[in-house]
Every structure is written in structure tokens, then in C-alpha cells.
Nanobody
């Protein structure tokens, strides 16, 4: 059974930074691509960033490109999301998810990020 646990969320002023972490259980973590998603109040969950199994390939939503950086440490079973120049529109619950093919089969419980103006 795979478990994903996010941490690092909090309250930050606009223009500030946060670093989210996602700790994964399981010995096959390094075999999987990983994603970050977010869901703002009253909105659907949306894709934020993706990283392939080795960390060599990353992909971002247009809304965060140039401000957010996804990375991973396979030796520690960790995925990170560095968020800079945060905007109030970035306020949401952030989730990490394991990707299998075109689907996400395991999700974390989420961590709240609140950006004040």
C-alpha cells in the first residue's frame, strides 16, 4: 500500500515563498512519475506540476510556470514543490499524487496554502 503525506503548507503574504514536501512510502517510488494538484474553494481540482521518475523532465501549468519548481529526491522518497512569488490566487489545498499511465492512482490528504494580499 502506498501512502503520500504532504507538508509545508501555511499562511504567507503575497510575494512570499513556501516549499511543500510529499513523503511517499513504498520501495518502488523511483519508478513512478509524480504530480502536484491544487483545489481552491468552490473550484475543481487542477493540475499544477509534474515530474518524471528520474527528475529529468518537468512540466507546469501556465499559471505557475516561472514561479513554481517541482523536484524529487528518490533516495528519500520525497517530492517537493518550491513556490515563489505567491499570489492570492494560489490559495488552495495542494495534493501530491502518483501517476500510473494517464491516471493518478494514489493521492495524499493535502496541505493548505493560504496567500494573503
Amino acid at each position: 500500500q502506498v501512502q503520500l503525506v504532504e507538508s509545508g503548507g501555511g499562511l504567507v503574504q503575497a510575494g512570499g515563498s513556501l516549499r511543500l514536501s510529499c513523503a511517499a512510502s513504498g520501495r518502488t517510488f523511483s519508478s513512478y512519475n509524480m504530480d502536484w494538484f491544487r483545489q481552491a474553494p468552490g473550484k475543481e481540482r487542477e493540475f499544477v506540476a509534474a515530474i518524471n521518475w528520474s527528475g529529468a523532465i518537468t512540466y507546469y501549468a501556465e499559471s505557475v510556470k516561472g514561479r513554481f519548481t517541482i523536484s524529487r529526491d528518490n533516495a528519500k522518497n520525497m517530492v517537493y514543490l518550491q513556490m515563489n512569488s505567491l499570489e492570492p490566487e494560489d490559495t488552495a489545498v495542494y495534493y501530491c499524487a502518483r501517476r500510473t499511465g494517464l491516471n493518478n492512482d494514489y493521492w495524499g490528504q493535502g496541505t493548505q496554502v493560504t496567500v494573503s494580499s
